[in-house]
Structures are given as C-alpha cells and as structure tokens.
C-alpha cells in the first residue's frame, strides 16, 4: 500500500544545534501533519500544512519549529534551536484529497542531548 | 478537556479470547479511523469508519454517531495483536484528535 518516509530513523544532536526531520509523504496527497510522542504517552497533534501553508498548529509548535515543502522535496520540520524537552518521536502523515485514510511514517525518534 | 477518550487504557488476555476496545468522543466529528501501534512506534491504519460496522478478518469496527462512540471487537485473539490501539477524529479543517491508545497484551 502507500508509504511515508520518514528520514532518519533517529537522530541524535546536542542540545541547541538545528535539526531538520524529513519526510516523503504519499504521491498525490495534499495533507500533511506533523506529530510528536514522547515515550509511553499520548500522540499530539503539532501542525497541518496544505498548500504551501501552516493550515493550523497546537500550543507544542512553539517558535523554534518551521514546516516547510519545497516543490517536489521532502516536507520538512525543522527545529531551531533544539531542547531537551524536544526528545520524543516525530511522526509525519499524508491525507489524500478523498480524505478517507490517513497514513504514517514509521517515525523519527530525536534524542536532544 | 481531551475530545477522544478510550477504554480501557490496558487489557491482558490469554490468546484466543475476545477484546472490545472503545473510544468515546465529546464532539462532533467529521471522520473517525482505528490505528494499530506496533511495539516500537510505527503506525497501521486498521479502520476509517466514519458511521456504522466495517470488518476486516479478525476485527471489526462499530461507529454510532450519535452515540458519539467507536468500538473495535477482536475475535481469537494472537500474540502478534499485542500492541497499542489508537482511535483518532477529524473534526473541520482536517485537524485529527487522537485518544491515549488502549495498551493490549495477549498472552500465548
């Protein structure tokens, strides 16, 4: 069936240094979300993005986050400078316009050091 | 206060018994979709169901709209069902809620 790409599977950085966590949603879909779970907890929405724009984003998405899709690239979230808080897994999902089924990547597990 | 709550947080069964598995919701709701977790973080889509009873082999799934529930039924469980259950709801603006997950453990 149809796959996101979530680019690394871990990252480990040190605290304060950027981290840009990529992923390759699904052809043709229009959609994209960003979520962060942190070990043993619930999954929380940061941010969806359509069109080029940040269509709505939580109270998590704080200042230090962007999101971007360049033309054809990965859809990206980018942390600016990074905390310790910031550990957690990040899961990205692409929704097609039909918007029957939303789809995720495997994760990226981010370790801030 | 959390729009998607789900019951119960944790079940242990010996395989071959049933689960239920349910989700309450305190809004309304545009769509709603079952999610299996594996040990390990990735995420499978199990069910989009909206309203009324869908199947897929050893599983199905209830919505009641205006009940403002979802269930997911497990028959004959396995120990490779062992994982998180997650439900999630999509209100406007494709803004999608998730539930804390049920944890299941199944026991060979």
């Known amino acids: 069936g149809p796959k996101v790409l979530q680019i690394p599977s871990h990252q480990i950085i040190d605290m304060g240094q950027m981290v840009t966590l990529n992923c390759d949603p699904v052809?043709?879909?229009?959609?994209f979300y960003w979520y962060k779970q942190i070990l043993g907890q619930q999954m929380e929405f940061l941010v969806n993005f359509y069109n080029g724009k940040v269509m709505e984003k939580s109270k998590l998405f704080k200042d230090q986050f962007s999101v971007e899709r360049p033309d054809g690239s990965y859809f990206t979230l980018k942390i600016q400078p990074t905390a310790l808080e910031d550990s957690a897994v990040y899961f990205c999902?692409?929704?097609?316009?039909?918007?029957?089924?939303?789809?995720f990547g495997a994760g990226t597990r981010l370790s801030v050091l | 206060g959390q729009q998607v709550q789900q019951s119960p947080a944790s079940l242990v069964l010996q395989e071959g018994e049933n689960a239920e598995l349910q989700c309450n919701f305190s809004?309304?709701?545009?769509?709603m979709q079952w999610f299996y977790q594996r040990p390990g973080g990735s995420l499978v889509s199990l069910f989009y169901?909206?309203?009324g009873t869908k199947h897929s082999g050893r599983l199905t799934s209830t919505t009641v709209i205006k009940e403002r529930r979802s269930s997911l039924h497990i028959s004959s469980s396995q120990t490779t069902d062992s994982g998180t259950y997650l439900c999630?709801?999509?209100?406007?603006?494709?803004?999608?809620?998730f539930g804390d997950g049920t944890q299941l453990v199944v026991k060979p």
């Open positions: 999630a709801l999509e209100r406007g603006n494709n803004r999608i809620f």
């Open positions: 052809s043709n879909h229009l959609y």
């Open positions: 169901n909206p309203s």
């Open positions: 999902a692409s929704l097609g316009v039909s918007q029957n089924t939303l789809y």
């Open positions: 809004t309304s709701l545009n769509s």
